[in-house]
């Protein structure tokens, strides 16, 4: 089993960046792909970003492409997420996953441990 908490959330305006790190205990960390996904008011949880257990490999959203940068510590146990160019609709409880597999999955489902998530409000 793995243990997941996210940090770095917090308020920002249009334009600026934020830094969330989503540090992991309890298991070897290199053994799992990590993704990032988002949740905002009323809507579902939505894949934002995944990373291969080793780092080499990353997904994207095409709605964050070119904007955010997913990468990871596999000594710290950690996965980050570099938030730039952020927009109101960006706006959500951002939530990292774990799943024991070598490749990020896009799919929700997919995931077996999350972690508590972070607010982040972009405001206009």
């Known amino acids: 089993q793995v243990q997941l908490v996210e940090s770095g959330g917090g308020y920002v305006q249009a334009g600026g960046s934020l830094r969330l790190s989503c540090a992991a205990s309890g298991d070897t960390f290199s053994r799992y792909a990590m993704g990032w996904f988002r949740q905002a008011p009323g809507k579902e949880r939505d894949f934002v970003a995944g990373?291969?257990?080793?780092?080499?490999?990353?997904y994207y959203a095409d709605s964050v492409k070119g904007r955010f940068a997913i990468s990871r510590d596999n000594v710290k146990n950690t996965v980050y997420l570099q938030m730039n160019s952020l927009k109101p609709e960006d706006t959500a409880v951002y939530y990292c996953?774990?799943?024991?597999?070598?490749?990020?999955?896009?799919?929700?489902?997919?995931?077996?441990?999350w972690g508590q998530g972070t607010q982040v409000t972009v405001s206009a």
């Open positions: 996953g774990a799943v024991e597999t070598s490749f990020p999955p896009r799919r929700l489902n997919s995931y077996n441990y």
């Open positions: 990373i291969s257990r080793s780092g080499a490999v990353t």
